[in-house]
């Protein structure tokens, strides 16, 4: 059983142009006794409403069906008036293009339709923790929309993308088709493969072995143990 009470203090707002995947998404967060969620279904409302109510987080759906102005559009409006809100993009189809587009805006995560509890629950817990954070650093005062530092990529985790810290991160592994994310006292299965990260994270983590990725930076306190 997933553990719901620390979520029922939060303010939900969803962002989607498809009534029944609204409906969906309200039967999930109420399954996490979250029970303050509104829900618009286009840029014009999505304005509107965040006049008057303030969420904690927002279920923004990238592709708003045929209007003019997108989720990033309407995205970027929120973000200009909440630096820390947390923000999960919805999307049935992630792409590169998507990424790129909405990188500057440092959202929580990105999730796709392929609904599950579990799924939601994890999008939550990652968002509200990683909300938390920033502002215990103290981010809110800042007077410039947060922009994702270069020590940061989003990793795909059980079919959704999330931001970590790659100073953080000591090596990745390959094993039996698996690939995981080694940091000092845990270790993370991801969805990417070697052959993409060692792409796309270069120069900052280098190929040590077929089957490693080693962070240029954590190198001298890496272990391998006889498992790895």
Same mark, same amino acid.
């Given at each position: 059983?997933?553990?719901?009470?620390?979520?029922?203090?939060?303010?939900?707002? =969803?962002?989607?142009?498809?009534?029944?995947?609204?409906?969906?998404?309200?039967?999930?967060?109420?399954?996490?006794? =979250? *029970?303050? +969620?509104?829900? !618009?279904?286009?840029?014009?409302?999505? =304005?509107?409403?965040?006049?008057?109510?303030?969420?904690?987080?927002?279920?923004?759906?990238?592709?708003?069906?045929?209007?003019?102005?997108?989720?990033?559009?309407?995205?970027?409006?929120?973000?200009?008036?909440?630096?820390?809100?947390?923000?999960?993009?919805?999307?049935?189809?992630?792409?590169?293009?998507?990424?790129?587009?909405?990188?500057?805006?440092?959202?929580?995560?990105?999730?796709?339709?392929?609904?599950?509890?579990?799924?939601?629950?994890?999008? *939550?817990?990652?968002? !509200?923790?990683?909300?938390?954070?920033?502002?215990?650093?103290?981010?809110? +005062?800042?007077?410039? @929309? @947060?922009?994702?530092?270069?020590?940061?990529?989003?990793?795909?985790?059980?079919?959704?993308?999330? @931001?970590?810290?790659?100073?953080?991160?000591?090596?990745? *592994?390959?094993?039996?088709? +698996?690939?995981? =994310?080694?940091?000092?006292?845990?270790?993370? !299965?991801?969805?990417?493969?070697?052959?993409?990260?060692?792409?796309?994270?270069? @120069?900052?983590?280098?190929?040590?072995?077929?089957?490693c990725l080693v962070n240029r930076s954590n190198i001298?306190?890496?272990?391998?143990?006889?498992?790895?």
């Amino acid at each position: 059983m997933l553990p719901k009470s620390s979520f029922s203090h939060l303010k939900v707002l =969803i962002v989607e142009d498809h009534p029944s995947f609204i409906k969906i998404l309200g039967l999930l967060l109420k399954e996490l006794d =979250i *029970i303050q +969620v509104e829900s !618009v279904q286009n840029y014009k409302d999505g =304005i509107k409403i965040f006049r008057t109510y303030h969420p904690d987080l927002v279920f923004m759906d990238i592709d708003l069906g045929n209007n003019f102005k997108t989720g990033i559009d309407l995205a970027e409006k929120y973000r200009k008036k909440d630096h820390n809100l947390a923000i999960i993009f919805l999307t049935a189809n992630y792409t590169r293009e998507y990424y790129d587009q909405v990188r500057h805006l440092k959202p929580s995560s990105f999730m796709d339709k392929n609904l599950s509890l579990f799924k939601m629950y994890q999008a *939550i817990d990652f968002a !509200v923790r990683f909300r938390d954070e920033k502002n215990q650093r103290g981010s809110s +005062v800042t007077k410039e @929309p @947060p922009v994702l530092s270069k020590q940061q990529y989003y990793f795909q985790v059980n079919g959704m993308f999330q @931001p970590m810290s790659l100073d953080d991160i000591n090596y990745f *592994i390959s094993c039996e088709g +698996v690939t995981i =994310i080694k940091q000092d006292a845990e270790e993370i !299965v991801i969805d990417d493969t070697i052959r993409v990260l060692e792409k796309n994270l270069f @120069p900052y983590f280098l190929r040590s072995a077929q089957s490693c990725l080693v962070n240029r930076s954590n190198i001298e306190k890496i272990s391998f143990d006889e498992n790895t």
